[in-house]
């Protein structure tokens, strides 16, 4: 995609978007990199929780303007593929922060993994290497090469690892402020790519009502038990494929091991029992076929390795899960 703009061209776009947000909040805000602030955006920071530290700075992302139509519907599939295995939940209706997440890729970094911007000069390249004298912002989300220095460049350019970054950035899906071109409204503009990339997924994460837990399982063998995990973790085994009324891991599906009203939720190999169907209600509820009981943390405990069952569907957060 050729997306990269002359450098000429982004340096005064950068300090005229400076100087226009600047002049819409009233003051340019000193926080965070104080020895680039004619380049990062004024105010960015300012709209951050006290701690908070900025993921990106650019309010346009990398490429410093609005992707055409098919440039987003290709970068909007690459990023929510990574945004689902990252963890963030395809929760009903608008505020499905999958959806969210995707369209900021999208604007962030237009879907390129390798993308960088270089903050002091207002423009774009491509690692390796990083050819910028400064901060700047890398990969998939752009993650800030001074906020975010524990994560390194071999991580924030690796799709998977920037979306784990990314997502552990965001408080596991509390927040997207961090984000520059969240803040500034322009990640609004693929919410309709990204959505329409999310109801194409076929595979990912079953994330759980409550931030950073996802659904998982301890070994990848029949009878192996289902379990909570941690989110974020770039783990294969929260990897799941959804083949019609089946939740899939290779050859094995997620399955109740009994008709028990409070049976454990194992793999077994896929046979198209009733066992192994599971209906998605559209609350959060998953129900299981054979007795029409619900997926759920038994205790509500919210512990990592914790093993799942079956019990009564009461939309609390211990029993809510989100298909990819």
């Not at 050729?2 to 909040?25: D, G, M, N, P």
């Not at 602030?37 to 300012?46: I, M, Q």
């Not at 689902?84 to 900021?104: D, E, F, Q, Y």
Request: proline share 5%; hydrophobic share 40%; charged share 10%.
């Amino acid at each position: 995609m050729a997306l990269s703009a002359r450098a000429t061209v982004r340096r005064w776009c950068t300090v005229a978007a400076v100087v226009i947000i600047a002049i819409a909040l009233g003051s340019i805000s000193a926080a965070g990199h104080a020895s680039q602030s004619r380049s990062r955006p004024a105010g960015h920071t300012s709209h951050l929780p006290p701690g908070m530290r900025p993921a990106s700075v650019s309010p346009r992302g990398a490429f410093d303007r609005i992707l055409s139509a098919a440039e987003a519907v290709t970068a909007a599939q690459t990023c929510a593929r990574y945004a689902t295995w990252a963890g963030w939940a395809n929760t009903a209706g608008s505020a499905s922060t999958l959806v969210v997440a995707s369209a900021i890729c999208v604007a962030e970094s237009g879907g390129q993994a390798t993308v960088y911007y270089c903050n002091p000069t207002g423009t774009d390249g491509y690692y390796p290497p990083v050819n910028c004298s400064g901060l700047y912002d890398r990969g998939l989300w752009q993650l800030d090469s001074q906020a975010w220095a524990s994560i390194s460049n071999e991580c924030a350019f690796t799709p998977k690892c920037n979306a784990d970054g990314a997502y552990g950035i965001s408080q596991d899906g509390a927040s997207f402020s961090p984000w520059a071109t969240y803040t500034s409204g322009v990640y609004g503009n693929y919410l309709s790519a990204a959505q329409a990339a999310v109801t194409a997924l076929r595979h990912g994460t079953v994330p759980g009502a409550v931030p950073g837990i996802c659904l998982s399982r301890v070994k990848y063998a029949a009878n192996a038990a289902a379990v909570i995990a941690r989110c974020g973790s770039g783990a294969r085994r929260m990897d799941w494929r959804i083949v019609g009324r089946a939740i899939k891991d290779g050859k094995f599906c997620l399955a109740v091991a009994s008709a028990s009203a409070t049976a454990k939720v194992r793999l077994r190999r896929c046979n198209g029992s009733s066992y192994q169907q599971w209906t998605a209600l559209g609350n959060g509820l998953l129900q299981n076929a054979l007795a029409g009981r619900c997926l759920r943390d038994p205790g509500g405990s919210n512990v990592v390795g914790t093993a799942l069952n079956v019990g009564s569907c009461s939309p609390v957060s211990s029993r809510l899960w989100w298909l990819p």
